[in-house]
Structures are given as C-alpha cells and as structure tokens.
C-alpha cells in the first residue's frame, strides 16, 4: 500500500515565525511531489511543487525533498494569520498519473 | 473561466436514493479524477478516468459506486442507496494527456445522506 505520512497537529506557531510542515513517502517509484492549502469548507489549492533533491523557494515557502530519506517538507517563512489552514503534502503515485495524499497538517498562525 | 467545474455544490439525499455528481474539466483536458474527503481527513482517492476509459478505479467501493467520463458531456459519478457513510465533500480534477505536475481541483460536491 502506498502512503503518504504528516503529521495531523495542530502546528501552532506565532505571526512572522516559520513553520515546517513535514511528509514522508513509502513508494521510492514516486517523482513528483506537491503541497496543497486547503482551507476549512474549501478545495484544495497548489501551492508548490517539487521534482528534485534539494530547496525550491517560491516566495515566503521553501519545498525540500530529499528522494533518499523518502522526505518532503514544507517551510512557511514570516507566517501570517491568513496561512492558518491545512496543508496536504502529495506524491505522484510511480507510474500512474495519480496523486496519493497524506491526512493534511493542521496550522494555526497566532498573532 | 475555464476551471474545472463541478455541481451541484451541495447535495441533500435520503439514505437509500442515488446521488449523482458532474465533473467538467478544464478546456483541453482529457483526463479526470475523483477524490473524497471524509470529515477531518485527507482526501481519498477514488478514480481515474479518460474520456470512455476507466483508467484506475482502485479506489472505488466495490458496490454501489461507479463512474463514467462519456465522450461528449462532464464526468459523472454516481452513487446508488446512499449510506450515511456516503457523507463527504466530493473533489474532482483534470490534467492533459501525458500531464505529471499537480493537477487543478474543482469546488467540490458537499454530499449529506439524511
């Protein structure tokens, strides 16, 4: 069975720090992985997406995937009340055109 | 726009009746998926489709659920004698032919079987 961890929360940090938000894989096939926002009542939103070992930044959020240790994470830099929701990080399941989904981390952002 | 769309928004039915929900995709994509959520969970999903092709429906209940993405028309998917446990939001997505980046989801489908 192929699956997506995170961690559920909530993650509660205060206005402008960072939040990490992070994601194992178990299929090593998968190479294409993605963090979605989704707010409460709401459909799932992109906001990044990573296909290569290492950091992609994309204004205030930094994707990391290490394919090795089988790891996504997700930095939120200078975090605003606006980034409370849930972020759902997921993998492009190998060889099928599907995304498979972890159950989402929950974040509040204080101010 | 050219969004995927989705109707209705919201879907009130009896345990027992049928529920049906429409999928069009975005303009130029020939591939739909269907996703659920459950209350406070992840999204879940269910199947994949080509136009007059199922594709991957791994993720579909073995009775009662089906779905179908005719050559002409939006992706239906349809659910016979709801459950209680059929309540869920219901998302739908599209991508293009060969497409691996994330795709787009539509406004969703608010299923409550009463």
């Known amino acids: 069975q192929k699956e997506v961890e995170q961690n559920s929360g909530p993650l509660s940090v205060p206005e402008g720090a960072i939040a990490s938000l992070n994601c194992t894989y178990s299929?090593?096939?998968?190479?294409?992985f993605f963090w979605y926002r989704q707010y409460s009542g709401k459909s799932p939103e992109l906001i990044m997406s990573?296909?290569?070992?290492g950091d992609k930044e994309d204004g205030r959020f930094t994707a990391q995937l290490n394919k090795a240790s089988q790891y996504v994470s997700l930095l939120i830099r200078d975090s605003q009340p606006s980034d409370s929701a849930t972020y759902l990080c997921?993998?492009?399941?190998?060889?099928?055109?599907?995304?498979?989904f972890g159950a989402g981390t929950r974040l509040a952002v204080h101010p | 726009n050219a969004g995927v769309m989705q109707n209705p928004r919201h879907l009130v039915r009896r345990r027992g009746q049928e529920a049906r929900l429409r999928c069009s995709p975005m303009?130029?994509?020939?591939?739909v998926y269907w996703y659920r959520q459950l209350p406070e969970e992840g999204l879940k999903f269910m199947v994949y489709?080509?136009?007059?092709?199922?594709?991957?429906e791994s993720g579909m209940p073995k009775e009662r659920f089906s779905a179908e993405f005719p050559k002409e028309g939006p992706s239906i998917l349809r659910i016979q004698q709801v459950v209680r446990g059929d309540s869920a939001a219901y998302f739908c997505?599209?991508?293009?032919?060969?497409?691996?980046?994330?795709?787009?989801f539509g406004s969703g489908t608010r299923l409550t079987v009463v």
């Open positions: 997505a599209s991508s293009r032919e060969g497409q691996m980046d994330g795709y787009t």
């Open positions: 990573i296909y290569s070992n």
């Open positions: 997921a993998a492009h399941s190998g060889g099928y055109n599907k995304l498979i």
């Open positions: 299929d090593r096939g998968s190479q294409s």
């Open positions: 489709l080509q136009k007059e092709n199922i594709i991957d």
């Open positions: 303009k130029g994509h020939s591939h």
